[in-house]
């Protein structure tokens, strides 16, 4: 159990060093930030122990990860890598909500620049409405639909592994 959320803990640093390099950060300082997180004694702390919240920050990371990731593919709209990363941010909300419902902070940072997003593409002329229709409906399956799909299934085998367990079991 210690070493599954250790790793947790350990998937955190090439997610803060990958992260950086999406935002477009310099070599040394993406240096720095996987250093930082590598170092920081609070997460060396939490993953030690069999604490939830090491599995939080991982799928925290991996949802900012994956909408930078995302973000940079907003010039090839409906590619490939576009729907990939899309729908990666998707499950990784559903992942990181499953965990603990604080998850949900993420998945406001993820709401907000979807808005923002979703209003710079109103505000394209250029754009038609079947293309903006296009959008719309790609957030709503991959942004609110998968996730709920993700956080409703890590509930089913949740209960299906648990379903004899407490004080109450039956034999």
Known sequence: MRVM???????????????????????????????????????????????????????????????????????????????TWLFLTGTSIGAVTSVKMIGLFVTALVGVYTIEDLWEKFGDTKMTWREQAKHWGARVLCLIIVPILVFMLSFKIHFMILNHSGPGMRR
């Open 5 to 83: 959320l250790a790793l947790f803990g350990v998937g955190m640093v090439p997610l803060g060093w990958y992260t950086s390099v999406e935002l477009g950060m310099s070599r040394w300082a993406c240096h720095l930030t996987a250093l930082m997180v590598l170092l920081d004694v609070g997460w060396l702390c939490i993953s030690r122990f069999i604490l939830l919240d090491s599995m939080l920050l991982f799928f925290t990371f991996l949802t900012v990860f994956c909408l930078t990731k995302f973000h940079n593919q907003q010039y090839q709209s409906f590619s490939v890598d576009w729907w």
